[in-house]
């Protein structure tokens, strides 16, 4: 006589569950998590070249659109300095676009504030940096450019956990986020030690405006 009780409120139960992550799903976000689709070295790439990236999960953004995993977003290369003569290698990356429809693009106020190693390569790539520091900064009026602690890596920071791809962190070997900004020259990569280089797969972070 119990049984179908505990079977119709194990139901119910599940309805609930499945409603909440739904609502939690569509829930507005100023944030973007994609992955690159170039390789990109700064001694090979030129200003003006094109880049892409696609989307991980779904996102709601807090004008309302809903942009599917898998969603293509379209960027340009804005800055190339390979490093020589003691100047740091920079890299400049700019995404202002995403592809809604096979032939339709919007723009799309992006800026790029996280960078991780491709998914794959996770396990063998250098932990980020402990800084102690978990202050990423703040979007200023000039335009979108972001300011204030960029830090290496949050406390106890590796490529395996969550706070390896927090805004203002880069965990690549070597290579620093400088200026971060969603218009103008973008994001800038740039590194005192090496050539600054991005893979195919490299996680992104982007925060929309």
Known sequence: MTARPRSFSALILAIIILSLA??????????LPAVLLNELHVKRVKVGRIVRAKTTSR??????RVLETGTRLIGRVTIVSPKKDGTPSQLGLLFDRVQVEKNE??????????????EARK??????????MNSWG???????????????GGPG???????????GVCSLDDINLGK??????????E??????????????LFRIQ
């Open 22 to 31: 739904a609502i939690a799903q569509d829930k507005p976000t100023d944030t």
């Open 59 to 64: 996102v709601v953004l807090k004008n309302g």
């Open 105 to 118: 693009e919007i723009p799309i106020a992006a800026a790029l504030v996280a960078v991780g190693p491709p």
């Open 123 to 132: 396990g063998i790539s250098t932990i980020a940096g402990n800084t102690g």
């Open 138 to 152: 703040r979007l200023e009026n000039d335009g979108g450019t972001f300011s204030g602690n960029q830090p290496k």
């Open 157 to 167: 920071a590796t490529p395996d956990s969550p706070e390896a791809l927090q805004p």
């Open 180 to 189: 971060m900004a969603a218009s103008g020259s973008g994001t800038v990569l």
């Open 191 to 204: 590194s005192s030690k090496t050539q600054v280089y991005l893979d195919y797969g490299t996680r992104l």
